[in-house]
């Protein structure tokens, strides 16, 4: 390299530029947002894209939002197909459900590295699935590929020589040390009461978008824990993953009593030893289902008789080892109160939150849990 050549050598910094998106890619972004909004109705999201676009100029003359339609169907974020009243019409597909659980989780807890399975540590030492480094002797029951071959070759020439042909026995064998590695098993609870859209304010969709977030957490980094994902109202029942960007508030009230039995019953049948319950309400209880099948509903204050159902179910999952922690989108005194006492009873935990940062609560939260949960 002569002086002119090496002149040229060296570092350039400089201000990091951001690329440059493309049209489509910054209007995918939004609709993955607006379709959360609108729970997975994609009339009423190009609806608000029509007034983005009058707003903020996002398309251009060269690319319209038809020409962005026509992207998205053609790249398989959007298709024909039946709905619910049997009339034809534009719903998104499972790619789309995928990207914004994705996005859900990039919002709220950052950009996380994939991990391979599970991230459970615990200190002690036994048959688990990552390596510590160290080495002992081979015991009946070891499995074969947790043998280190180069070690046990090593103590096979040590032992034996190899003047006579080499020779491996068992008593050269040793294997890793690994370490278990725990599993989690989580119940997200989400009120779907007529309140979590009350006062002009939207909770359902913050609540989606955690339990989005969550359940591509679980799936991507801990793949090891299980999540459940159920709503209550009147009742309780389990909804999938994929029910979530199109989950919507009803003329509920709020049953709290279904919700936990609904949550303990699927915890009794895991197998994990780590279980726990996660709840995000906005109201206080106020609707129990009778042995008869009807409604017990009183929204006035605190109807006595339905908060002692609720931490005498509180103290059950005491009981069972399973914590409930409660974030609690409501500072009303009084329900605080209540809240107080319900955790009191199950010895768990609350939070006292708005929506803003209910997300970064839940994942600290998780992660704490795992940490502390964690049993040899």
């Not at 990207?99 to 540590?121: C, D, E, M, P, Y």
């Not at 955690?210 to 957490?217: G, K, N």
């Not at 197998?271 to 017990?296: A, E, H, V």
């Not at 922690?325 to 809240?339: E, G, K, S």
Request: proline share 3%.
């Amino acid at each position: 390299m002569n002086k002119r050549d090496s002149a040229y050598t060296g570092f350039v910094f400089k201000k990091y530029e951001a690329p440059e998106l493309s049209v489509f890619d910054k209007l995918l972004d939004i609709f993955k947002e607006v379709i959360t909004h609108t729970s997975g109705d994609v009339d009423e999201a190009f609806d608000w894209l029509e007034q983005l676009d009058k707003t903020y100029e996002i398309t251009t003359p060269e690319y319209t939002l038809e020409d962005f339609k026509r992207d998205l169907f053609e790249k398989g974020f959007i298709q024909e197909r039946t709905k619910p009243d049997g009339n034809s019409g534009i719903g998104i597909t499972a790619k789309t459900e995928r990207a914004i659980r994705q996005r859900a989780l990039n919002q709220i807890f950052g950009k996380l590295k994939k991990s391979g399975s599970g991230n459970h540590n615990t200190k002690k030492i036994g048959t688990g699935d990552e390596t510590t480094g160290e080495t002992r002797a081979y015991q009946f029951g070891d499995g074969l590929d947790n043998v280190s071959m180069t070690e046990s070759i090593r103590n096979a020439q040590i032992n034996n020589g190899i003047s006579n042909g080499f020779q491996l026995t068992e008593e050269d064998l040793v294997v890793n040390e690994t370490t278990h590695k725990s599993q989690m098993s989580t119940v997200l609870m989400i009120d779907i009461s007529h309140s979590m859209i009350l006062y002009g304010e939207d909770r359902i969709t913050p609540a989606k978008k955690v339990a989005m977030a969550l359940a591509e957490l679980i799936t991507t980094r801990y793949p090891k824990d299980t999540l459940d994902i159920i709503v209550f109202g009147n009742d309780s029942w389990r909804i999938s993953i994929q029910d979530l960007p199109y989950l919507q508030v009803g003329p509920y009230h709020t049953n709290t009593v279904a919700g936990l039995e609904l949550a303990m019953d699927l915890l009794r049948r895991k197998k994990n030893t780590n279980k726990q319950i996660f709840m995000i309400t906005d109201g206080k209880p106020s609707c129990l289902r009778l042995p008869d099948g009807r409604y017990y509903k009183n929204s006035n204050g605190l109807d006595q008789h339905i908060v002692r159902k609720c931490y005498d179910k509180a103290s059950q999952a005491r009981k069972l080892h399973i914590p409930i922690t409660t974030f609690m989108i409501a500072q009303d005194h009084y329900l605080m109160q209540f809240v107080r006492a319900f955790t009191q009873a199950n010895q768990g935990k609350a939070f006292y939150t708005g929506l803003q940062g209910l997300g970064e609560m839940i994942f600290e939260d998780y992660e704490q849990n795992r940490k502390k949960r964690i049993k040899g």
